[in-house]
């Protein structure tokens, strides 16, 4: 009778432990799959956004923050899915035309080794990357806009209505602002360069 109960006790015993073991697994199952989810979406966060316009065409596109940018043929923008909480911060490889909202943080767009820093205003920029010297054009049609070296901030330049200024890597700063007519539309502001 003893040997009984000390063997029923031992059975019960071991099935607990059982079944606590599966419970212990099947949270651990869970606990892998939640971090899994959480990297994936993660990822998927810092993926950029990118919009083209074929060759031969032109695409126009508003962002999060009201901003619209029209890409001229070949070009291709891309941004941040965290633009306007983040940063309100693109990337050009070709030529575009910015009219960019009033915002909390500065609009910046970057290309070519430069970029160009604004708050609100109306200006086009020409970067194509698979140019040999790097050079980044930046017209403004309306407000003003900083333009510098990505690496040396401290070398900009101020630019205002009506003028133009481009910058190569054999520069240490762009050029001195030059005064062009440029239109309010893309491709007013495309012609004058």
Do not use: C
């Not at 899915?81 to 983040?86: A, D, F, I, K, N």
């Not at 309100?88 to 430069?114: M, N, T, W």
């Not at 070296?149 to 240490?172: C, D, F, H, I, Y």
């Amino acid at each position: 009778q003893a040997l009984s109960n000390v063997s029923q006790k031992i059975t019960a015993e071991d099935s607990e432990a059982s079944g606590a073991g599966r419970i212990s697994i099947h949270w651990r199952w869970i606990s892998a799959a939640a971090v899994l989810l959480l990297m994936l979406g993660a990822g998927v966060l810092w993926m950029p956004q990118t919009i083209s316009a074929p060759h031969g065409e032109f695409a126009s596109v508003t962002l999060p923050d009201g901003s619209t940018v029209e890409l001229n043929s070949g070009s291709e923008l891309q941004y941040s899915r965290l633009y306007g909480v983040t940063n309100r911060s693109v990337s050009l490889d070709g030529e575009a035309f910015f009219s960019v909202e009033k915002g909390q943080s500065p609009f910046i767009v970057s290309g070519s080794g430069a970029s160009v820093e604004v708050t609100g205003t109306k200006f086009n920029v020409r970067s194509w990357q698979e140019d040999s010297q790097n050079e980044m054009e930046v017209a403004v049609v309306e407000g003003s806009v900083s333009f510098y070296p990505t690496a040396e901030q401290l070398q900009s330049v101020s630019l205002e209505r009506g003028q133009k200024s481009s910058w190569t890597a054999l520069q240490k700063q762009p050029t001195s602002p030059e005064s062009k007519i440029v239109g309010p539309d893309f491709s007013r502001a495309r012609a004058s360069f």
